[in-house]
């Protein structure tokens, strides 16, 4: 990489840690419980908006991986969800009526607390309908895979975001708050997913999946990134730059091995297309708060209320992360 490519990176590095200090003074603490977080913990770090159905689950799935503190943003809801997370001593939550467009789609408010709080600990950043799945999950904490991820050296943790969906029209089955959605969308894409590498920022860049095959399909490629850093030891000196999809300083983005061997890998199971996707979409796309003019939420109304059917006779049923790793979908590499 040549001197002025250097320079570059560095300047949009600092450039996001001014954005994120200057995005933060809309945040409202809300409730602050971070003070019992000792050195060790694993932080989660979450924005959400109306999503009081989802936390239940949410909580408990990553409470049992391990997370000992949840950081939260919620951007103006309404439906109770503040109420609900402000009870919990293991969350400290912040509140923002600001534009959820106008702060990097909410990665500003993160990169802050996350230099705030997440420095020195294991933090993983994810919306709450992502579950991370990674190699002995069913069997080892996720301490066990930051562990082994730091005697190795290793400062960042890859999962493909793999879109899972139900059998049958999405609003068929009702979403009971605190079900695991996964009783549910059950059934996901195996094979149809392409990945190139991104020079000037050294990630990869992965498209497919259900949305490429049936909510993009007129536009394939703009369908959504699969790409996410998740975990990452965290230090003052990173950034996200776009969404959890990519990091600066850039050597955070090269969770591969270019040596021809696999890296150890996951997948962050997503559980968007549950019934409450319609309603969702169109309380979206009345506020226009997301990426490219809500393109991807008018695909979602579009495709989704007309009942429409993601499930195909290719699609497979989810077993456990195993059967993802047969699927090349994840890999334990070389963490034995």
């Known amino acids: 990489m040549g001197v002025l490519q250097q320079l570059r990176l560095r300047s949009e590095r600092h450039i996001k840690l001014l954005r994120k200090l200057r995005k933060s003074a809309s945040l409202r603490n809300r409730t602050y419980n971070i003070d019992r977080v000792r050195p060790g913990d694993i932080l989660a770090f979450v924005t959400l908006r109306n999503e009081y159905p989802r936390l239940p689950y949410f909580l408990d799935y990553y409470r049992a991986l391990g997370v000992r503190h949840f950081v939260m943003v919620d951007n103006g809801s309404d439906d109770g969800s503040i109420e609900y997370l402000e009870k919990a001593r293991d969350i400290s939550l912040w509140t923002t009526q600001a534009s959820y467009k106008k702060a990097g789609y909410g990665i500003d408010w993160i990169n802050h607390l996350l230099w705030r709080y997440g420095a020195g600990h294991w933090v993983l950043t994810v919306d709450v309908d992502e579950f991370l799945v990674y190699p002995f999950c069913d069997s080892r904490p996720l301490f066990a895979l930051t562990d082994w991820l730091e005697s190795q050296e290793r400062r960042s943790f890859s999962a493909m975001l793999l879109d899972m969906y139900p059998k049958g029209p999405v609003g068929a089955q009702p979403y009971r708050p605190g079900q695991n959605p996964f009783e549910i969308a059950r059934w996901f894409d195996a094979g149809n997913y392409s990945i190139r590498r991104n020079q000037t920022y050294q990630n990869l860049w992965i498209q497919g999946g259900v949305r490429q095959r049936v909510i993009m399909s007129e536009t394939p490629q703009k369908a959504p990134a699969l790409n996410k850093i998740p975990l990452v030891h ?33 997948v962050l199971l997503h559980a968007k297309f549950l019934d409450t996707i319609v309603a969702k979409a169109e309380e979206e796309l009345e506020r226009g708060q997301h990426y490219a003019g809500s393109r991807e939420y008018r695909a979602y109304r579009e495709t989704l209320a007309r009942g429409e059917d993601l499930w195909c006779d290719w699609s497979s049923e989810y077993i456990n992360w195993r059967q993802l790793e047969i699927l090349g979908l994840m890999s334990k590499g070389d963490w034995a």
Do not use: I
């Open 234 to 266: 965290w230090s003052r000196k990173y950034v996200y730059k776009s969404s959890t999809h990519m990091l600066l300083p850039r050597g955070l983005n090269k969770v591969y091995d270019e040596g021809g061997g696999e890296a150890a890998s996951g």
